[in-house]
């Protein structure tokens, strides 16, 4: 044979070998593929929690505030000493007319004033006293109100004649004023205090809000509320009502399944003096996407679908997915032309506005893809990155506004303890996380709205 026929002999064998080599990461012969899994990163996250503020008002209207100044003062206001060397009497002889305005209580005690001096006595007249009270409670949670006298009625005489002389009766309960006003305003701080109790009446709604609420038996949904500090406001005055409001803030979250386990009871903490506080209440309405329920939803849209070229099949045949840090993992069994286990990384997004749940930057694990470059890199180029994009999503928006609509019904008015009662409102929904963990993706939004604790 000559040399000529030999070399073309050596290169026909040549190129033959080489396009089977070409073939064999693509056909039957090229063996079964497995690429190691990612390694572990970081350990499992806890789901983040946002405060709420549940407002525990304690209100009183101007009628409740004149019948409770009527049992705060004596009927006898004032027994002593009086200008010109007499002595006077004072008495409640009416109903105590309130009314708010200018940050404070403005009051009229109608009275009835005798004067008398030695022998001699008055007969009774009568008069309105006018005082204004500008109540505050400090951080010991005692009643503090300053007491300030404002004005008589214009229905005195001019002048009242008692035996040998001749008095001015304004000039003589003006006269009286300071001791009946140093009187009245210690009489006024104790009873206010006695009365009021707002730290036991705190104390009770801090209690009783530690306790799981059932908001629905029939499928068992629970309000479950951790307080963890007070905040007092200022005190309000407005249409003629006075508000006394406390922020209890608070961890709140609705649960679904059997009555959570109590807790061992929080002390009532320090009460904290505040200018303005955040009345945003906000109850975490939480859904749990199993990857268990998402592969059996996406697998049957994906399961034999060809990602193969033109020449070669490459059929999908099972998928698993787990959470590995902050990223969902894709482990993807393939069989055809290319078969073998890879692995894909993506990140699971939530849209609180539409409501789904998808996954985003779809991408070969960094193993599976140094495997793939050397033996099959045009796979790395196909469509499988985008088809199981589209595919791991789901539509959310029923189950969470479900979730919604229940907690806002239940809420409207619940039954926290005998004669306590929690009333909210909720108004909009925020996202707050998506926590990745093993077995599960957590969702967490925020139903956000006002509540109040209603003492009654």
């Not at 404002?150 to 040998?164: F, M, Q, R, V």
């Not at 929080?266 to 268990?292: C, H, I, M, Q």
């Not at 707050?432 to 604790?453: D, F, H, N, P, T």
Request: charged letters at 25%; glycine letters at 8%; a positive charge.
């Amino acid at each position: 044979m000559s040399i000529g026929k030999k070399t073309r002999g050596f290169a026909f064998a040549l190129l033959t070998a080489l396009f089977l080599a070409s073939c064999a990461g693509v056909g039957p012969a090229a063996g079964r593929f497995a690429a190691p899994p990612p390694g572990p990163e970081g350990a499992q996250k806890e789901i983040p929690r946002e405060l709420s503020t549940v407002n525990l008002a304690v209100e009183l209207s101007a009628t409740e505030l004149s019948r409770a100044l009527e049992r705060l003062l004596p009927k006898e206001l004032y027994r002593g000493a009086a200008p010109g060397g007499m002595t006077a009497r004072v008495l409640r002889n009416g109903v105590i007319r309130v009314s708010v305005a200018d940050e404070a209580l403005h009051f009229s005690v109608p009275v009835s004033v005798s004067c008398s001096y030695g022998i001699f006595e008055t007969v009774p007249f009568a008069t309105e006293i006018r005082f204004k009270l500008r109540p505050r409670i400090g951080a010991d949670w005692k009643v503090d109100a300053q007491l300030t006298y404002t004005g008589l009625s214009d229905n005195l005489a001019e002048a009242i004649k008692l035996g040998p002389l001749s008095f001015k009766p304004r000039s003589v309960v003006e006269g009286m004023l300071q001791p009946l006003q140093r009187l009245l305003a210690g009489a006024v701080n104790r009873k206010l205090n006695d009365e009021l109790s707002v730290k036991n009446q705190v104390a009770k709604a801090w209690g009783a809000a530690q306790a799981p609420v059932l908001l629905d038996a029939a499928r068992h949904v629970w309000l479950v509320v951790t307080p963890t500090a007070l905040n007092l406001n200022p005190l309000s005055f407005e249409k003629d009502r006075v508000k006394i409001s406390v922020g209890m803030q608070t961890f709140a979250e609705v649960v679904v399944g059997p009555k959570p386990l109590p807790k061992a009871p929080l002390p009532l903490p320090e009460l904290k003096l505040t200018t303005a506080t955040d009345r945003t209440f906000r109850v975490a309405l939480n859904s749990e996407l199993f990857y268990n329920d998402l592969r059996s939803i996406a697998l049957p849209l994906l399961r034999d679908k060809d990602f193969g070229r033109a020449g070669s099949k490459v059929l999908l045949k099972d998928l698993e997915l787990y959470g590995n840090g902050d990223r969902l993992i894709v482990k993807v069994v393939t069989a055809g032309s290319l078969e073998g286990t890879f692995y894909l990384t993506c990140r699971p997004v939530f849209d609180p506005g539409t409501g789904h749940f998808s996954v985003r930057e779809v991408d070969f694990d960094v193993q599976s893809r140094n495997l793939l470059v050397t033996t099959a890199d045009w796979f790395l180029h196909g469509s499988i990155r985008e088809t199981i994009g589209e595919k791991l999503n789901l539509d959310l928006s029923q189950r969470l506004k479900q979730a919604q609509e229940l907690a806002g019904k239940h809420l409207s008015k619940v039954r926290v303890a005998e004669g306590i009662y929690l009333r909210g409102a909720l108004k909009t929904v925020k996202l707050s996380a998506v926590v990745v963990q093993k077995e599960k993706v957590c969702i967490r939004v925020y139903a956000e709205g006002e509540s109040s604790l209603v003492l009654q």
